[in-house]
């Protein structure tokens, strides 16, 4: 079993230098880098309501591979997403940390908004865990360790996450994750905020209670990813989304019968309906998880650098696979002589100002 030095001190070091990296990037400027122009477009990756994320290689250095994200500054207008899209920008240009998505470059021209990030060719965990129906405990076990610093490194900065889920874990060829995803990252630090959002099944009863909340729902959905991970499905489930919050209030699940002893604890452990009993929100905060029996092998440090072996890393390479432009479309790049909607993103910084000055505010942001 790992030292308690061994596990704690490096990362606390980190943290603390991590932290003065972040403060720095969020009180700077948000400059845009890059241009459309700069990259060639081979494939679309992904679709949604937003726009595409498609694959793209710099003309210059035709070794490096990138996702990106085309966001219509129309649809983002009309949806009445500005200040969220661009918080979204802020906060992925600020982190800096092993298992979150990074912004690379970013860029508008007068249709779109750019964002352009690392491609991780992978593909997404809920993919990788619809194929195999579950994961094994070892498997679980490697994947929670990295949401645990993950969410350590977040909350410390003062970011609470809100959408964890494994439609927002990628894993890389290697077989390390990365969360992505930050449209509802939101830095409250020691506040509380009631915004109603994230996906049903990994909501936190306080969430749903309209009770106010801060880091301890990130904490919940994670022993929701535990169970899932490991069982194949989420404790409440149910067709009708209310039904699915009644369950979850209640706190009441079945354990799948082949959880070993050590993962139904600590999985019972998280998932407490009362938040002062909730590992990961307690005294001794994320502590209370990473010592407990279930990760009495884990050296945190190894994952943390990545030296620890994981223990599935045949993930299929998804650059050559030219399937999603024919299941997708090729994407026609909308063009304009006219800066659309100029007003709504005349000045990028005067709105990352107003997020950091009046984050505690309900303010309309123009």
Excluded at 101 to 125: A, D, Q, S
Excluded at 242 to 255: A, L, T
Aim: glycine fraction near 6%; aromatic fraction near 12%.
């Amino acid at each position: 079993m790992a030292s308690i030095a061994e596990m704690f001190h490096p990362l606390q070091a980190y943290l603390h230098n991590s932290k003065r990296k972040f403060e720095e990037k969020w009180r700077r400027p948000l400059v845009e880098r890059g241009k459309l122009d700069d990259f060639k477009i081979l494939q679309t990756l992904g679709t949604g309501s937003f726009g595409r994320v498609m694959l793209v290689k710099p003309k210059k250095d035709n070794n490096s591979s990138y996702a990106l994200k085309m966001l219509e500054k129309a649809h983002v207008v009309k949806t009445k997403q500005v200040k969220h899209t661009i918080s979204e920008i802020k906060t992925m240009d600020a982190f800096e940390f092993p298992f979150l998505i990074t912004l690379e470059y970013f860029f508008k021209n007068n249709v779109y908004l750019c964002l352009v990030m690392p491609f991780i060719n992978g593909g997404e965990m809920f993919s990788h865990l619809r194929q195999q129906k579950k994961f094994s405990e070892e498997l679980t076990r490697f994947y929670s360790a990295q949401v645990i610093l993950a969410f350590e490194y977040i909350h410390y900065v003062g970011i609470v996450y809100r959408d964890l889920k494994p439609e927002n874990i990628l894993v890389d060829k290697d077989g390390y994750l990365k969360l992505t995803d930050y449209g509802f990252c939101k830095k409250i630090d020691d506040q509380r905020t009631y915004t109603l959002c994230g996906t049903p099944e990994y909501l936190a009863p306080e969430i749903i209670l309209s009770q106010g909340y801060n880091k301890s729902v990130d904490w919940w959905a994670l022993g929701i990813l535990m169970f899932e991970m490991a069982a194949g499905y989420p404790p409440f489930y149910a067709r009708d989304p209310m039904k699915i919050y009644e369950k979850i209030v209640s706190g009441k699940y079945i354990p799948a019968n082949h959880f070993s002893k050590s993962l139904k604890d600590l999985i019972g452990n998280i998932l407490q309906v009362d938040r002062t009993k909730r590992y990961g929100v307690m005294k001794d905060g994320a502590n209370d998880v990473k010592r407990h029996v279930f990760f009495k092998d884990t050296l945190w440090s190894t994952i943390l650098f990545k030296t620890a072996k994981p223990p599935i890393n045949n993930y299929t390479d998804k650059t050559d696979d030219k399937g999603s432009i024919d299941a997708l479309g090729e994407m026609i790049i909308k063009k304009s002589s006219k800066n659309l909607l100029l007003k709504n993103f005349r000045t990028l910084n005067t709105i990352c100002q107003c997020l950091r000055v009046q984050a505690s505010k309900n303010i309309r942001v123009k």
